[in-house]
C-alpha cells in the first residue's frame, strides 16, 4: 500500500537541521549551537496570564481566526511597531505558530505546476511546504550579493509562472536584512505584476542597528502581501506556538477556512499569553536583543579571528561562516567537528545547495557556552 502514499509527501526529508539535533542523544556533552531556541525563559507576566486564563476556564475552542482581544493586540502592535495597519475584524488570522501561518498561506496562493521565488540559503521549512502544494520552488543563489534577494535577482527569475517571492527579513540562516532602499526596489518591480508577496517578518524585533520594515508598507503592495510574524523568536515563546498572518481581507477570508480545518483554532491558553506579550510585553524584546547584539559580537569577532569569511548578522541569532577553505563537505565538516570536539552546528547543505560550503551557529546561548563553543571550533581548526 505504500505506493498509494501522496507522492510530494514521500520525496520530503526531515529538515537537516533535526537530523543534527537528533544526533546529540549520541553526545551528551555536546555544546549545541543547532536550533533557533531562544535561552530566555518565557517572560514571567505572560506565564501569569497564561496560568489565569485557566483559572478563568478559557479553555474551549475560540473563533477560527483567534480571540477578538488578541486580533486586536496583533493590529496595535503592528501599527504601533511598523506604521502598518491591519484591521482585527477580518485582516488578521491567529494560527499554530508561523509555520502554521506559512503553511495556509501557501496553500491559498498556489497551485500544481506553479513557481515560488526565494533567497537561498533558505529556510528549511519553505521547500517542502512549497513542493507539498504541487508548486516548483526557485532558489536564487544570493551569495553574491551578501545573502540579500535583490530586485534584480528576482528579476531574473520571474517566469508567467511565478506566483509567489517569499522575503524573510532577517533572514535564517544568515541573519541579513533587506532595507529600505532594496525593498523599495522590489516593491517598483512587482507592483504592477499578478505575484503574490509573503514576507516572513518573525524575527522583525531582533535587529540590531535598523529599524524593520516590511514590504507591506509600500505603494500597491499591502494589497498583495501576506505578512507573517508570531510571538516565538520576540518572546520566547516557540513552545506556545502562536504566530499570524496580516493580509487584505480576500486573503484573510480563504485562509481562515483552512485555519479551520486544519487547527480548528489556535491554542485558547497561548492566545491569552500571547496576549499579554503584545500589550504588556512590548519592551520584552529591547532586553533580550541586547544580549543578542552582545553575543553576535563575540561570535562573529571570534570566527574573523580564526580566519572564516563571514558576513556579520544584522538580525536573528545566527550566522553563517564559510568553510570552503577547509575543502570539505558541509556535512562533513559538521560531522567531523561534533565527534572531535563535541561541537554541534549545521551544515549549510541544509538550506538548499547553495548553502553548501557554510555552517550555521546560532547564538542564541549564554556568552560562557558560546565562549567554550568557539573554543572547541578553534580547537578543530587548528588541527585542519
Known amino acids: 500500500m505504500e ?6 509527501l514521500k520525496k520530503i526529508e526531515l529538515s537537516g537541521i533535526r537530523k543534527f539535533t537528533n544526533m546529540l542523544v549520541d553526545y551528551p556533552n555536546a555544546i549545541n549551537l543547532t536550533i533557533g531556541q531562544p535561552d530566555f525563559p518565557t517572560p514571567a507576566h505572560v506565564k501569569e496570564k497564561a496560568k489565569l486564563a485557566i483559572d478563568q476556564n478559557h479553555t474551549s475552542y475560540t473563533p477560527n481566526a483567534g480571540i477578538v482581544e488578541l486580533r486586536k493586540a496583533i493590529s496595535s502592535f503592528y501599527d504601533h511597531q511598523y506604521d502598518l495597519l491591519y484591521k482585527p475584524q477580518d485582516e488578521i488570522i491567529v494560527t499554530h505558530g508561523a509555520s502554521g501561518a506559512l503553511t495556509i498561506a501557501l496553500r491559498t496562493i498556489l497551485e500544481e505546476g506553479c513557481e515560488v521565488i526565494l533567497s537561498a540559503p533558505a529556510y528549511p521549512g519553505y521547500i517542502p511546504l512549497i513542493e507539498l502544494c504541487g508548486a516548483v520552488p526557485v532558489c536564487v543563489d544570493t551569495v553574491a550579493t551578501d545573502f540579500v534577494l535583490t530586485a534584480e535577482l528576482i528579476k531574473k527569475h520571474i517566469t508567467d509562472k511565478t506566483r509567489c517571492v517569499i522575503l524573510p527579513s532577517p533572514c535564517n540562516p544568515v541573519g541579513t536584512i533587506i532595507k529600505d532602499e532594496e525593498l523599495q526596489k522590489i516593491a517598483a518591480l512587482l507592483k ?5 508577496v ?6 522583525s524585533e531582533l535587529i540590531y542597528e535598523n529599524t524593520h520594515k516590511s514590504i507591506a508598507s509600500y505603494d500597491s503592495m499591502r494589497d498583495k502581501t501576506i505578512v507573517i510574524n508570531g510571538v516565538s523568536k520576540s518572546h520566547s515563546m516557540t513552545g506556545w506556538r502562536i504566530g499570524y498572518t496580516l493580509a487584505p481581507s480576500y486573503l484573510t477570508k480563504e485562509m ?4 479551520g480545518y486544519y487547527i480548528s483554532c489556535a491554542t485558547s491558553i497561548s492566545q491569552y499569553a500571547a496576549l499579554a506579550a503584545l500589550t504588556d510585553g512590548l519592551n520584552d524584546p529591547v532586553e533580550m536583543k541586547k544580549e543578542y547584539k552582545v553575543r553576535r559580537d563575540y561570535v562573529y569577532n571570534r570566527l574573523v579571528a580564526m580566519g572564516f569569511d563571514v558576513v556579520k548578522p544584522a538580525g ?4 553563517f561562516p564559510s568553510i570552503k577553505k577547509t575543502n570539505m563537505t558541509s556535512f562533513d565538516f559538521c560531522i567531523n567537528l561534533l565527534k572531535e570536539q563535541e561541537l554541534a552546528t549545521v551544515p549549510g547543505s541544509a538550506f538548499s545547495e547553495f548553502g553548501e560550503g557554510y555552517i550555521r551557529l546560532s547564538f542564541a546561548q549564554p556568552l560562557e557556552v558560546l565562549q567554550k563553543g568557539m573554543d572547541r571550533l578553534e580547537k578543530f581548526m587548528a588541527k585542519l
Open 3 to 8: 505506493h498509494l502514499i501522496y507522492k510530494n
Open 198 to 203: 509573503i514576507s516572513d517578518e518573525i524575527y
Open 256 to 259: 481562515t477556512k483552512l485555519n
Open 316 to 319: 536573528a541569532f545566527y550566522i
Open 192 to 196: 504592477d505584476k499578478e505575484i503574490f
